[in-house]
C-alpha cells in the first residue's frame, strides 16, 4: 500500500501477556517512529529508527517495552507482561528524511486494551 | 518544562469564521521546525504544515496559515473559513537541531479540540 500499514488495528488481551505489533512504513521511508497516544491524551514518543544507526529508545517508558526493525523496513514493537496502564493506541510514522523539515507519515494505529 | 505547550484543551468556531489555535514552545536550539497536525474522530494524523525557525515568511497551506512569532515563541495555527469537516483534534509539534543534523524525534503538545458549529 501507499501508506504506513500497522497491524493490528485493535488487540485486546489479559494483564500479564506479552504483545507485538507490527508497522510497515512507506516504501523508502529511512525514518521510522512509534509513539503512544493515551485516552484523550497528547502523543507520547517511544523510539525512532533512522537507517543502521542505533535506535534511540529514549522514550520506552519501561524494559518491557522493545522493538526492532528488520532489514530497515518492518518494525515489531513488544509489549512484556502487559499491565492496564500499557491500555493506549500505538502509531507508528515513517519519514523519508532523518529529522530535518520532513513531516512523519503515520499509520491508523493499533488500539491496545489490557484487561 | 514542557517543550510544547497548546493552552485550549477546546475551541468552538461557527461555520465560514477564522479560527486560531496557540501553541507556544521552549527550545534553546537555534534551529528547529514547528509542525501542525489534525486527527479526527477516525484517529489518523494529518500533516497540516511547517515551519522552519529560519523560514523568513509565515507558512501558508490553503485554508491555513501559521502566525510565527519568533522573540515570543509562539506558533499559532490559523484557519480561515472554518468547514464542519475541520472538526477535529489539532496537535502542535516541535523538532529540534534541524540544521545540526540532531533533530529526529517530533515532541507534541497535547492538543487542541476543535468543534465547528452551523
Known amino acids: 500500500g501507499a501508506g504506513v500499514s500497522q497491524s493490528p488495528s485493535n488487540k485486546v488481551t489479559e494483564k500479564g501477556k506479552d504483545v507485538e505489533l507490527r508497522c510497515d512504513p512507506i516504501?523508502?521511508?529511512?525514518?521510522l517512529y512509534w509513539y503512544r497516544q493515551s485516552l484523550g491524551q497528547g502523543l507520547e514518543f517511544l523510539i525512532y529508527?533512522?537507517?543502521?544507526?542505533?535506535?534511540?529508545k529514549s522514550g520506552l517508558p519501561s524494559d518491557r517495552f522493545s522493538a526492532e526493525r528488520t532489514g530497515g523496513s518492518v518494525s515489531t514493537l513488544t509489549i512484556q507482561r502487559t499491565q492496564q496502564e500499557d491500555s493506549a493506541v500505538y502509531l507508528c510514522?515513517?519519514?523519508?528524511?532523518?529529522?530535518?523539515?520532513?513531516?512523519?507519515?503515520f499509520g491508523e494505529g493499533s488500539r491496545l486494551t489490557v484487561l | 518544562a514542557q517543550k510544547i505547550t497548546q493552552t485550549q484543551p477546546g475551541m468552538f468556531v461557527q461555520e465560514k469564521e477564522a479560527v486560531t489555535l496557540d501553541c507556544t514552545y521552549d527550545?534553546?536550539?537555534?534551529?528547529?521546525?514547528l509542525f501542525w497536525y489534525k486527527q479526527p474522530s477516525s484517529g489518523e494524523m494529518i500533516f497540516l504544515i511547517y515551519q522552519g525557525s529560519y523560514d523568513q515568511q509565515n507558512a501558508t497551506e490553503g485554508r491555513y496559515s501559521l502566525n510565527f512569532q519568533k522573540a515570543r515563541k509562539s506558533a499559532n495555527l490559523v484557519i480561515s473559513a472554518s468547514q464542519l469537516g475541520d472538526s477535529a483534534m489539532y496537535f502542535c509539534?516541535?523538532?529540534?537541531?534541524?540544521?545540526?543534523?540532531?533533530?529526529?524525534?517530533?515532541?507534541f503538545g497535547t492538543g487542541t479540540q476543535l468543534k465547528v458549529e452551523l
Open positions: 509539534a516541535m523538532r529540534e537541531g534541524i540544521l545540526t543534523g540532531g533533530g529526529n524525534k517530533l515532541t
Open positions: 527550545t534553546s536550539d537555534p534551529s528547529y521546525g
Open positions: 516504501s523508502g521511508h529511512t525514518a
Open positions: 529508527f533512522q537507517g543502521n544507526s542505533a535506535p534511540d
Open positions: 510514522a515513517s519519514s523519508g528524511s532523518a529529522g530535518g523539515t520532513g513531516e512523519l507519515f
